[in-house]
């Protein structure tokens, strides 16, 4: 595996050992048109459970990201995407496995958000209010910092977009 990779908790033993599979996951970033964010729990009974991230679920066996993506977040939030806009990917390495993050913006969708796996949900802007954040969130919030710092004072929709 080539370039940087996110150590989450490194002071724990890796399961499996370093060389271990990389399980691909795609990850919706769903963007209201003022710019707030939407941050789910982790459900009860899976690992870093009550931790904050964005949803998202892993690929099956020839799927692509975005059909992941379409997969994940109707099975997971209830809702129907629209456009997919793949953004960035991030491999992060927790101790139960390691991952490879592929984020997307998702700027519509249709239906009411409907949390099917007893998580919690929340729209956020930076600095998110939540707590605690998944390890592989957090680069994803240092992302919006940097693209607003970039853009300067414009407005929230020319930050988010692209």
Known sequence: MTGPVL????????EGGIDRPVVNVAVGVLIQPAGDFLLT????????????????GKLEAGES????????????????????????????????????????????????????EGQLHAWQTLPVQVQPVLPGTVPVLAWFAQERHFLGATHASAWISG
């Open 41 to 56: 729990s982790r459900p009860p009974g899976k690992v870093y459970e009550g931790y904050w991230e964005f949803p998202g």
């Open 65 to 116: 990201v975005e059909e992941a993506l379409r997969r994940e977040l109707h099975e997971e939030i209830g809702i129907v995407i629209g456009k997919v806009h793949p953004w960035r990917v991030e491999v992060v390495d927790y101790p139960h496995a390691r991952v490879r993050l592929n984020f997307c913006k998702i700027f519509d969708w249709t239906g009411a958000l409907e949390m099917k």
């Open 7 to 14: 150590w989450a908790d490194a002071e724990k033993p890796r």
